[in-house]
């Protein structure tokens, strides 16, 4: 049973953006532990045909958005192109997702050092505890904080046991972390 972790409504973002998250599950994809192809061609073309500043006019971070927006449809080539021109918590937390979903720890861990602390830590500590709270095989605890570093290794060694319920917490939180993040990228400006 799939289980989501924000109010989730894609409707939220602007009709255009609801309609791109449509053509994969409406924002609430299970994104791999490993990139692969794009998920979606119809999303690939819809977003190559807009910007993010018309998809996230007022937005705080529009282009951190388009790249997580990328990210969520594992268009990692089309996400790294644009964090890797940007200087922002916001960015360089996508730039550490897509490496640790090459996977490259080493370069994931990098950039999460870049991050530092991110306003959305908190809640994702939260959400983490409750999905391992639902997978007690998942060899993942918080204690309390959120630390980028242990998932990092967590999501190492999901990886190498498919199917297992260390995979399955992984991409929850995997799923979570998108959510809360892109949310983030999205809102308004102050």
């Known amino acids: 049973m799939r289980q989501w972790y924000l109010p989730f409504d894609s409707n939220v973002y602007g009709p255009e953006v ?8 409406d924002g609430q994809r299970h994104i791999p532990l490993v990139s692969g192809q ?5 999303a690939k073309a819809a977003v190559q045909a807009t910007t993010a500043s018309a998809l996230f006019p007022r937005a ?16 990692i080539d089309e996400s790294h192109q644009i964090v890797q021109d940007l200087n922002s918590a916001e960015a360089h937390f996508w730039h550490a997702i897509l490496h640790r979903q090459e996977p490259d720890s080493g370069n994931s861990a990098y ?10 830590f908190r809640d994702l500590c939260r959400l983490a505890d409750e999905v391992v709270g639902r997978h007690p095989k998942a060899e993942f605890r918080t204690g309390g904080k959120w630390d ?16 297992s319920a260390q995979e399955q917490a992984a991409i929850e939180i995997q799923s979570a972390e998108w959510q809360l993040l892109f949310d983030y990228c999205t809102r308004p400006k102050p």
């Open 111 to 120: 950039w999460f050092r870049r991050v530092g602390t991110h306003p959305i």
């Open 38 to 42: 794009c998920s979606s061609s119809e």
């Open 18 to 25: 609801a309609r791109i998250l449509s053509f994969d599950q």
């Open 60 to 75: 705080v971070s529009p282009e951190a958005a388009m790249a997580g927006l990328w990210l969520y449809f594992s268009c």
């Open 148 to 163: 980028p570093f242990s998932f990092i290794m967590f999501c190492d060694r999901a990886r190498q046991q498919p199917h």
